[in-house]
């Protein structure tokens, strides 16, 4: 009787794990499974199929072999079968496929019987979605892999429970897109390998985007667009212009067009020359058509580069009115122009509101075409980001979608070297824009990108479903992945203190924003400039605004009648909080994983240290300014902090990222070498007076 017992319970147990291996999971170890793309699959699934296929090989160290049709005679083996349902081959088991919704909404999902696992998109880019989704989820390749100096962790296997069905619906916002502007650093850096130069386009894609913003990439005289546009259908990306950018053509080129096109002088750019501004803008929109890329249309008109018309038209009509007047117009026969080549009487088309259009907009004088594929862009206030008039005033009864466009850095006045802005903030805007109608574009400008890696997730994870997101969870959930659980909560902690270490010059008066106005790494460098070329003539208001700012005031926004004194007191009391929090993240980093230091460096720590320093170095330039007495000892901590400020920066160059910061050294936006110069010639020319 004891002996059956033992033989029952053994049995059950042999029962027990085979049912495990055999059925409650589908094991891929080498040699046992295959990967199936159709030969007649769009180009950008293959090449995602085949960074599936490097993935493996990083995580398991082998390539599992790519086929072009299924077959049911080698039971032996295990099938991802990559369907795009848009294009399913006659060869597929239609039977097996399971539904999806609308646009880019993917599955996996396991079929036991078949031992098949199927990645299915219900379009191209779901497809490709899907496969990158199956890498992270069993292959635990996170999407941000590259910039967080990712190191796989080796596996024999991997199981994938037979009851496996994870579904995506389709995106709330159609259209997600980063906009790389001010690229200083991420430029040189790009043209080192093949690798860089693309990585960035893979990582949007892992974290589900779809859409990259250029400025002008029309060219002459063929009818072709700029090279950069191969590499977006090359990954299967939309590509969408810049606020200043026509039919993907800007009157940048004007004179070119008319020279290498038809071989004469150009035109004088006159309002009244109303037709060939229609060929010049006809052109441009052949050029897409034929490049069949895909497009995000964009109707704007304004002047040569980022400028109102009005710069550039020696007819332009002097009032708001009559001003806006003609951008009505104009705006209209673009979109005419767009409907009649295309063929499509409702192109998704996007008009943005920047600057003076926007102020035109509040007004009541600008008047866009309307429409369901008609989206209206509307932009993050300039210097500080939050929701402008235009939006706020905006009739809701509109019929159109909407676009938001914000700055996550920015050239003049706004983060660059360090992120800033932050999540929180990231996340009220939007969803102050999708209350005042639905959102269907989104654009981020994040600069060189690497800075800023962690709120440009956030912002993908939020445009993909707005109705679920919610910012604290994002970054537990981030801060999981990069860090691990054991110390999440702590690194999060981290993250919001650092945001909030930041300088608050001036208080809030949008309702409910909070950190509406804060002191960026660039007003850091402007006040070293500014106060610099200034410094043998002390004024308690040194500040001037940037050259062409239309807002008095708008530049800096330090609140008081003594910017000196105010900035004085602000350093005090950020350089305090970033100090706190830089030696909690000094702390930390021995507890951490080994594989998780890297990253927690590069896009915390250091940026912690970096602010710290940069507002001690500041604190005591400002005292050497103020205070003559004790001029040349605070020029001296002014340099030793700001050495320490560009240590903490350097110290992320490393592997890939080796020479990051050697843009900022010839022609950078903050360009601290040239800043240590101007204090080092500050410091010799005083202590000479002293001797």
Known sequence: MRNRRYIFLLFFIIHSVWMSAGIDFLVLSKGNFRMVVSDGELSPIKLAVETLQRDFKSVMGFCPPIVSTSTDGEKELIELIIINESIVDSSMNKSEIRPLDGFESHRLYAETSSRRIYLTGKDMRGTIYAIYTFSEKFLDVPPLWFFSS????????????????????????????????????????????????????????????????????????????????????????????????????????????????????????????????????????????????????????????????????????????????????????????IKEKTGNPNPFVRVTFYDELSDLLAKGYLKPPVGNNILWTFVAARRDHYPYDDIVTFDTATQINLGYYMNLQFTSTGAHLAAAEGPWKMEFNFRYANSRCPLALSVVNAGNLREFVMELAANASMMWDMATYDTDRFLYDFCVRYFGKEHAEEVMQLYRDYYYAYWEQKSADFPGLERQFIFHDLRYARVFKQIGEGFECFSSNPLKDIIRERVPGRSFRIEGNNQVDSLLSGMERTFDRFDKVAQRCAQLMPQLPEQYRCFFLDNLSAPCHYMAALSHSLYHFLRAYKYTEKRTKNLDLSIEYLEKAQEALYSTQHGVFTDWYAGDKLHGKFNIPAKLKLLHKLRDKYCEKQM
Request: glycine share 2%; with cysteine.
């Open 150 to 337: 990712w190191e796989p962790q080796k596996k024999k296997q991997i199981e994938v429970p037979c009851n496996l069905d994870y579904f995506y619906k389709s995106p709330q916002v159609r259209y997600r897109a980063w906009f790389p502007n001010d690229t200083e650093l991420f430029t040189p850096w790009r043209q080192l390998t093949v690798q860089n130069n693309e990585v960035w386009l893979e990582t949007m894609l892992r974290l589900k985007l779809n859409t990259v913003e250029m400025e002008q990439t029309v060219t002459y005289p063929d009818y072709k667009l700029e090279e950069s546009v191969s590499l977006l259908r090359k990954y299967g990306l939309i590509l969408s212009s810049t606020h200043h950018t026509a039919c993907n053509n800007n009157l940048v080129t004007w004179k070119e067009y008319w020279y290498k096109v038809h071989g004469i002088a150009p035109p004088k750019l006159l309002l009244s020359d109303e037709k060939s501004l229609c060929e010049f803008w006809q052109y441009s929109i052949e050029t897409v058509c034929r490049c069949e890329q895909e497009n995000l249309w964009t109707i704007a008109f304004r002047g040569i580069g980022d400028q109102p018309y009005w710069a550039a038209f020696e007819d332009a009509p002097v009032s708001e009115e009559e001003r806006a007047e003609v951008i009505n117009r104009m705006l209209h026969i673009q979109l005419a122009m």
